[in-house]
């Protein structure tokens, strides 16, 4: 997959492309089915396939204050789509004047005139443009008039209710990590880079890293069991978030104790994986309380991760 920043980088000779459009944060298992139609449609028209897509996130620009948490660091993102086989990714920046065009001048000047779309595949909600006016009934009737189809994915989901990143932000956020991987279709993880702390899980018995990270939505303050990628070694581990209240911290932190390993990780980068929570955050009385607590943490989670398999993009989003 190329990765582009706009539609001048196309390669020369471009004569017409199929295209999505959105956001796709969480690039979830209704966006992958959105992109299976479009590489089939792609294929069968003889096309590339094109998802175009912004950044920043259009109401990081907009309306800061009212911006969600991002599900994936932009990396994150481009691997997750480009595991789906699409041929292109334009992330066009999202500026003041891209904010104050209309739908039909985005249709004419970047869907007709620069992408030369020949058929659009887009979700039943996708909208775009002031008043959210780019609906789908909208790009049905500008499709007839300029000559590209539209090809509208029905909602895809489980419990009657359809997959979708507002959804799983929010078991994100109250800590449901189990529960959002029948909506990924993975583990929800994030990468970190491990930085000094205070060394004080290290005279509980238990050392940690300290993991720095741009993940922006992270699942609630607790304890989770989880799975860690440090090069090509996978472990398992314990997380904790927040602020270790018996220590009356201050500052929200993630740290990661590897279950069996032992030597030196500073600067050095870890994928977590979290499988399960543990438990809440809990301010103990004393330290010794603290350490059983840490001590049946590690007993619940290697009960629960020996039988956990990572599910990764590579896995997950293909073809077949």
Known sequence: MDIL????ELPGGF??????LGNFDGVHLGHRELFRSLVKTARQLNCPSIVYTFHPHPLKFLVPDKAPLLLNTPQEKQ???AASHVDYLIESPFTT??????PEQFI????????????LVVGYDYAFGSGRRGNVDFLRACGKEKGFSVDVLQP???DGLPYSSTRIRKMVAMGDVAGVVRLL???????????PGDQRGRELGFPTANLETEKEQLPAPGVYAVKVRHNLQEYGGVVNIGKRPTFDGELSTIEVYLLDYTGQLYGQKLRVYFVERLREEKKFVSINDLV????MDVVRARQILQSVQIVQYREYLSLT
Do not use: P, W
């Open 79 to 81: 691997r997750l789509i």
């Open 185 to 195: 279709g993975r583990q929800y993880n994030l990468e970190g880079v491990v930085v």
């Open 292 to 295: 059983h607590a840490i001590e």
């Open 15 to 20: 004569t017409s492309s199929v295209v999505t």
């Open 97 to 102: 004047q891209f904010s104050t065009m209309s």
């Open 5 to 8: 920043t706009n539609c001048g």
């Open 156 to 158: 895809v989901g489980d």
């Open 108 to 119: 004419d000047h970047i869907l007709v005139e620069k992408l030369r779309v020949k058929a």
